[in-house]
């Protein structure tokens, strides 16, 4: 036999709480935010499932890494030590669950919310968070148009796609300079959907205004059998650089093809995507050698604090931090700069704290290669990208020359003259 | 357009068509005797690529030699499908085999994907590897070998049908189930072995490209939609039409490329489809009587 123990709380017990607690207030002051044990939710929304899992894996990760350390050294000062809380929300990678998270995080008290990886999803999510007046930090999300609407809500430290290009013409003028050599002919080639479209108008629009002359411009379907086609009129074309943007499984074949057809040229540069996956070098070795990759961070630049993020990184999870784990992990410490300025919780003191943001490379937990300072409608009008070149089977960050960790490899040996 | 980029367009195309045929070829083979449209032939590919690749990894030796290991091993997963599934839904209407290899397909697919993940992978190979040049023109040495094996592997399964008693069997059965049954052919086993010579072919296919194209849980794809379309271009059923019909889609598709832009190296393939369906229904090598 159970024995059933009645806890039931009479009238007499219940005034009696009630005017301690009334006591306690009053002598306390209501307790609200300077209290030591209160916690700050924020939400982030990540496809933690579905196929982009792997990735959304990597963004949790850089979130949760930068919400430890800063629990750790005392969580949010000037709210008494108040420590960060992560509320996660799976995307699955569809617009319509990521909407649905959003509001679910909001409406049980995210004081922020971040994510969401795709651009798709980030469209969808910053609405969202744009009606309910909350702060949406993108985290990864590249399409330039996210911050073009003049949202109030929205805030985004990284680089839009459109910047990429910009840097890589940056980068071709910084190698003439230092390198003395002429570069006048480019040629691009891209898978033919709407990111290698997109990405080859802004090569055509900058090679124009930058006196380059694009000599081949070659689309190819994703996911083809066979690039000897494109790879040999790029080829006839004799490009002084070659341009890029290509999902892994084309990158792989492009590059094979081009040893075989003998192509060869100053520089390859990618752009993100398949350039930028370390199963790239995994899965072709030594031909990746000397290919660059124009992208938003590598784990080795020369900035306070990445030595360290990295490293705790590969302690608490067996590899090295990435790209987006760096992006996401530099988010939380946005939102925990604009905290502590904001000395609230209110969403509105915050998106005011957030739009005053102004960090510079390595200063507090910002470990991207540019300072954080948001414009009107929310980018981050300093982010700028980082050109790698993949030597000795690692990507080494080479471009902006501050920030570098080692220098570019240029021209390209010949294949005849690798070993 | 340079004429050597025209050549070259030329010969890779045809390199790569004798791939196709492979592909085209087996699962015409599948067609032809069962009237079974098979939507897990692009997963037995992806099998036999993964079977090369795991044996090259642990016992350390050249794609080439794992050739019998990925056939076989194949034959056995084929010959056990259509024993234990195909076989019960033989008689069923063409939709349920359909939705049945699809499922297949499917579950095979993620199988992979579970046990391998999606990852890319190579097999690293330095003999009988790179390109030879003659002139301007480039031979890619692995798409070489894979055509070569290709043409051989097509003219033993062409004898293989014509003069051995199990090929003339399982031509027997392609003509008259009924007929064949009535003179003692042993119908469910017959089925089983095209089945797996179907899936050994394909996974043959699978270890001659391994040298020069990426693995990955869903890469039979790139090749079964093509195989499809080739098998149909042929003729269904026709075994030369199916090969031929592959260096025909092979050549178009590689000229395609060099002439139009991006995804318009599809237009060609897919014109000289449409245009074969409206003027020969039967495909460019089949018979009245399909």
């Not at chain 1, 083809?224 to 892994?248: C, E």
């Not at chain 1, 995507?273 to 290919?291: F, M, N, S």
């Not at chain 2, 699962?27 to 692009?42: D, E, P, R, S, Y």
């Amino acid at each position: 036999m159970k024995k059933r123990v009645k806890r039931e709380v009479n009238r007499r017990e219940f005034i009696k709480g009630m005017g301690a607690l009334g006591a306690a207030v009053t002598f306390s002051g209501f307790p609200r935010l300077a209290h030591s044990a209160e916690e700050v939710k924020f939400g982030v929304v990540e496809p933690l499932t579905g196929p982009l899992a792997p990735l959304g894996l990597s963004d949790r990760r850089g979130y949760e890494q930068a919400v430890d350390e800063i629990n750790a050294a005392g969580g949010i000062k000037s709210l008494g030590g108040a420590r960060l809380r992560i509320m996660l929300g799976d995307s699955e990678g569809k617009p319509e669950v990521g909407m649905a998270e959003t509001e679910k995080h909001i409406q049980r008290g995210a004081v922020a919310v971040m994510g969401a990886f795709q651009s798709a999803v980030v469209f969808a999510t910053t609405q969202v968070a744009e009606k309910y007046k909350t702060p949406f930090i993108v985290g990864v999300g590249v399409a330039e148009s996210i911050t073009q609407r003049g949202f109030k809500y929205t805030f985004r430290p990284i680089a839009t796609d459109a910047w990429h290009i910009r840097d890589e013409y940056e980068y071709l003028a910084y190698i003439q300079k230092k390198k003395g050599v002429k570069i006048k002919t480019i040629g691009i080639f891209y898978e033919d959907t709407l990111w290698g479209q997109s990405s080859a108008k802004a090569w055509k629009k900058l090679a124009a205004e930058k006196g380059y002359s694009i000599v081949a411009d070659l689309p190819y379907p994703h996911a083809t059998s066979d690039v000897t086609g494109v790879i040999s009129k790029l080829k006839a074309a004799n490009p002084d650089v070659a341009m890029t943007v290509a999902y892994i499984s084309d990158a792989i074949l492009v590059t094979k093809t081009m040893k075989d057809l003998d192509f060869n040229t100053q520089a390859i540069i990618g752009m993100g995507g398949g350039h930028q996956d370390d199963a790239y070098i995994r899965t072709i070795g030594k031909l990746a050698e000397y290919v660059s990759v124009c992208e938003n961070w590598e784990n080795d630049l020369k900035i306070p604090g990445v030595k360290e993020a990295n490293e705790n990184f590969l302690k608490r999870n067996g590899v090295e931090m990435d790209c987006v784990a760096s992006m996401c992990y530099t988010c939380v410490y946005v939102l925990k700069d604009a905290l502590e300025r904001a000395v609230s919780t209110d969403r509105e003191r915050l998106r005011d704290a957030l739009a005053k943001t102004h960090l510079k490379p390595g200063e507090k937990g910002n470990i991207q290669p540019s300072s954080i300072i948001f414009e009107e409608a929310g980018q981050n009008k300093d982010a700028r990208t980082v050109i790698a070149q993949i030597q000795n089977g690692k990507r080494r960050s080479i471009f902006p020359p501050e920030f570098a960790a080692s220098t570019p490899i240029w021209p390209m040996p010949k294949w005849k003259d690798r070993k | 357009m340079d004429t050597n980029i025209l050549v070259q367009a030329i010969i890779s195309g045809l390199l790569m068509g004798g791939v196709y045929a492979l592909v085209a070829v087996s699962l015409n083979l599948i067609f032809g005797v069962m009237k079974i449209i098979n939507f897990a032939h692009g997963v037995f590919m992806m099998l036999g690529m993964y079977f090369t690749y795991w044996v090259s990894v642990f016992l350390g030796i050249h794609p080439y030699l794992s050739l019998l290991i990925s056939m076989s091993a194949l034959f056995v997963i084929g010959f056990l499908i259509q024993y234990g599934l195909i076989n019960r839904i033989i008689e069923a209407p063409e939709h349920n085999q359909l939705l049945l290899t699809l499922g297949i397909a499917l579950f095979l697919e993620n199988l992979a994907l579970f046990l391998w993940s999606p990852n890319f992978r190579m097999v690293k190979v330095t003999t009988l590897a790179g390109a030879m040049h003659a002139g301007d023109l480039m031979f890619s040495t692995p798409r070489v070998i894979a055509f070569g094996a290709a043409l051989c592997m097509t003219v033993f399964l062409y004898l293989f049908l014509m003069k051995t008693s199990c090929g003339k069997a399982i031509r027997a059965i392609s003509q008259d189930r009924e007929g064949a049954h009535v003179i003692g052919i042993h119908r469910k086993i017959i089925y089983s072995v095209a089945f797996g010579i179907g899936a050994a072919c394909v996974a043959a296919a699978g270890t001659m490209i391994t040298p020069f194209f990426y693995i990955t849980p869903t890469v039979g794809m790139v090749f079964v939609i093509t195989a499809f379309v080739i098998v149909v271009l042929g003729g269904l059923g026709s075994f030369w039409g199916a090969f031929f019909g592959a260096l025909i889609v092979g050549i178009a598709e590689s000229l395609g490329e060099v002439l139009l832009s991006g995804s318009l190296k599809q237009v060609p393939i897919y014109s000289i489809f449409i245009l074969t369906l409206l003027l020969r229904p039967k495909g460019l090598f089949g018979k009245k009587h399909v």
